[in-house]
């Protein structure tokens, strides 16, 4: 039996189209736009002006507070201008414009692909470079990697569970990686372990990916506490409460974080630009990109410095298809609908997703029939049609009573019900409505 | 780039279900004891089916389109199934008039009243079965033979239900085994030779019923398979303790409306409780009931009131019975 979490969950067409496409380097555009927000926490702040010359790797702006991360430039040229541009969250943010000339790394970043095994760095350094890179959360989230690996007081890490899980549908930038760095991973993952003081390291990957878990397992035997897991198919699964109630069968409580079962969870990717970061000395300024949809010509799997445009991106793809309604950075069960091309590719941005027309609009919502859908296949056990009806009618404190704050937005919800109903809209309605009201209670 | 791109929140993706798709599930679900019906009861069956289906469709798109004003909601299945629901729960040789009545006590009273699909608190079907049954109790209990009615409608020959004589019997002062042999045998019972409600007789083809929707996903075992296990398992105690008293479960099992009933009635979205746990409550609840009124009320049977009962109490289930939440919660401040 092949493990996995016990409620709700659901089975979403995998579609996995450009699984077998070996990742390809996007070639250097004319022009990048770096937005500064790439992260959950307060926006990097700038330390470049215009006319600046920079090189690929050289910092632009600095971490801008405790939960926030340094910001580099993916590209060596001069600064164009400080600007501010849509992104990919829909909002007008600061950028910073570089005119790309030629291609010129700092000197300090070791730019060849030997692997290097040995960590010869103590815990405090690697936390250190860390920072420095500016290391984020790629699954998705961008929670600032250094944040996560400082463990708090009276807490103990005990387990490492790295996310190779790739629930979403269509995306495929995690299992090349898997496929095509797997000794960087293998390294990445003792020098997360090391940084954690943790002898357990478990990697978790769907069982729909065998190449990846064939050849991972066997690499796994020569790193000491390193365990490949199979897991069954089954969306949420790279949901961090999920995933870590999956392999080491502990709940996080509600409100709670994964430390406080002793579980630090990162991400594949992430383990990669660990690696990369305290090894090679390289910050976080590119990221593997799948750009795929079911009409797309040439789905790609593609090396993409951060600030390139995602149009550009879709060209590297066959180009934009004729019958396009929707483009989505990340998956289509938790991405975000882009309203325009020109916006950036940042630290997040795990794909790009060309959904046709047909299957872009929503369909008129019916009456709740209360076939308890909904109920069944919520991961987190809550009851999704009755947080849309107290959001309706606008009762945020039952609503809270109704444990809202603990949804993940996965949005199986939305996925199984009959009547089409909105349901995760009203609940992050809800949530922040009741996230306004724990503020207020906290202040007073 | 001058394409507009449809901008929305997510999930992108929807699997294929939808409100009709269900309802129509449902309906085929329904399908084997319909031919059961047709071949035991023949011309009647097919009048009142026909009558009740295109009665309860016409009253939701009369309500709909000049009551409320809104776009009708016939389209989604629902109110052809209650039609369907309603001739399963009557007769084969009901009046047509009164087929009709019940067809508007469901969809007016019981369904559009409260708000229509989604936010009735009684089954429909139900509330149009016992409102006849209260109303006309005899033309109700008047059941057709099987196959010698075939041919016939409204002079249809009549006899009672198992059920029926079972409890006329044990009033009478006579023993179970007395009764039961003047009954049919129980193969033939399950097969659907007796009398009673049109949709009722054939628990082989209610099970068949009840195996595609499983298949389908249309419904859980929660419902039908406790609300079975309940009254099988009391009767049987019932039946242990007193063999004359007591008709043995299997023969409660397949006789009456508690297939039917366990299966399609209790099993509807709109009445019954929003997780797993409210529904084995809920389930227990109607066999508890329906085994009660049965060997010791005044009906026969007692499937409907019990899951009318029951229906009442769902809002109450559904406040304080919740699915297990993931995570302990953390109180404030720790």
């Known amino acids: 039996m092949l493990k996995t979490f016990p409620k709700g969950g659901v089975h979403p067409p995998e579609n996995k189209i450009s699984a077998d496409k070996a990742i390809v380097e996007l070639p250097l555009p004319k022009k990048v736009f770096i937005p500064i927000s790439q992260h959950i926490g307060a926006p990097a702040k700038i330390i470049v002006k215009r006319g600046d010359i920079v090189k690929v790797g050289q910092i632009i702006a600095s971490a801008g507070g405790y939960v926030s991360a340094n910001i580099h430039s993916s590209v060596s040229g001069k600064v164009a201008k400080l600007d501010k541009i849509f992104d990919t969250s829909g909002y007008r943010k600061d950028v910073v414009v570089i005119d790309v000339n030629g291609d010129e790394w700092l000197e300090s970043i070791d730019k060849t692909t030997t692997l290097i095994k040995d960590i010869s760095v103590d815990s405090e350094e690697i936390l250190k470079k860390i920072t420095e890179c500016g290391i984020v959360g790629l699954g998705g989230a961008t929670f600032p990697t250094h944040v996560k690996l400082k463990v708090p007081p009276k807490k103990i890490a005990t387990t490492l569970i790295i996310n190779g899980v790739e629930c979403e549908p269509y995306l495929t930038s995690d299992h090349r990686l898997m496929m095509e760095k797997s000794e960087e991973l ?259 | 780039m001058s394409k507009l791109l449809t901008v929305a929140l997510s999930p992108h993706e929807k699997n294929k279900d939808s409100v009709s798709r269900l309802m129509y599930d449902v309906v085929i679900a329904l399908i084997p004891a319909f031919g059961v019906s047709l071949f035991f009861y023949g011309i009647g069956a097919l009048i009142i089916t026909l009558t009740a289906v295109l009665s309860a469709v016409i009253f939701e798109y009369l309500i709909t389109r000049y009551m409320l004003k809104k776009p009708a909601t016939i389209m989604d299945g629902s109110a052809a199934l209650t039609g369907l629901l309603i001739a399963f729960n009557v007769p084969s040789n009901l009046n047509p008039g009164f087929v009709i009545l019940g067809s508007f006590v469901a969809i007016a009273i019981a369904k559009m009243s409260f708000g229509g699909l989604g936010n009735n608190i009684f ?85 068949i019923g009840l195996l595609y929707m499983l298949i389908r996903r249309v419904i859980t075992w929660h419902i039908p398979i406790t609300t079975l296990a309940t009254v099988f398992v009391i009767q049987g105690i019932l039946w242990l303790v007193s063999p004359e008293r007591f008709a043995d479960p299997v ?69 304080y019975i919740k699915p297990k939440r993931f995570g302990e919660l953390i109180k404030d401040g720790k």
Request: proline share 6%.
């Open chain 1, 186 to 444: 293998m390294v990445g993952t003792q020098i997360l372990m090391k940084a954690l003081a943790v002898d357990i390291a478990y990697i978790g990957i769907e069982n729909n990916k065998l190449d990846a878990i064939q050849k991972l397992s066997e690499l796994a035997t020569q790193y000491k506490g390193i365990e490949v897991v199979p897991l069954k198919v089954k969306y949420p699964q790279g949901g961090e409460k999920q995933l870590i109630k999956a392999i080491i069968n502990r709940e996080v409580p509600s409100g709670g974080l994964p430390i406080d079962v002793g579980a630090v969870v990162h991400n594949v990717g992430t383990t990669v630009a660990v690696y990369e970061a305290v090894q090679k000395n390289k910050p976080l300024f590119e990221r593997i990109v799948t750009v795929t949809g079911k009409s797309v010509k040439e789905p790609q799997n593609l090396l993409v410095r951060i600030g390139i445009p995602v149009i550009q991106l879709i060209e590297a793809a066959g180009g934009l298809p004729e019958d396009t309604g929707k483009v989505i950075s990340g998956g289509p069960m938790m991405g975000k609908a882009l309203n325009s091309l020109d916006v950036p590719m940042a630290k997040g941005t795990s794909g790009i997703l060309i959904m046709p027309e047909d299957e872009s609009k929503r369909k008129d919502d019916k009456p709740c029939i209360r076939c308890t859908k909904c109920v069944s296949v919520c991961p987190m056990g809550l009851e999704p049609f009755l947080l849309m009806t107290l959001g309706e009618n606008q009762l945020w404190e039952r609503n809270e009573d109704e444990r809202i704050m603990d949804c993940i937005e996965c949005g199986s919800c939305v996925f199984v019900c009959p009547s089409d109903r909105a349901l995760l809209d009203y609940i992050r309605l809800g949530k922040n409505k009741v996230g306004q009201l724990i503020r207020e209670r906290k202040v007073n």
């Open chain 2, 123 to 207: 089954n429909p079907a139900l509330v149009a079965r016992v409102f006849l049954l209260i109303s006309f109790p005899v033309q109700m209990t008047s059941w057709p033979v099987p196959i010698e009615s075939r041919m016939k409608y409204l002079d249809a020959i009549t006899g009672p239900t198992a059920l029926g004589q079972l409890k006329e019997g044990i009033m009478g002062g006579n023993t179970v085994s007395g009764v039961m042999e003047k009954l049919p045998s129980q193969m033939e019972m399950f097969l659907g030779q007796m009398s009673g409600s049109m949709g009722e007789v054939s628990g082989a083809a209610l099970l």
């Open chain 2, 251 to 319: 023969f409660h099992l397949i006789t009456g409306g508690l297939m039917l009933g366990a299966i399609f009635m209790a099993t509807d979205y709109v009445t019954s409780p929003m997780n797993k746990m409210g529904m084995i409550y809920f389930a227990i609840g109607i066999g508890v009931i329906t085994v009660v009124i049965r060997n010791f009320g005044a009906y026969p049977e007692g499937i409907s009131f019990a899951i009318l009962i029951m229906n009442s109490v769902v809002p109450i289930f559904n406040r």
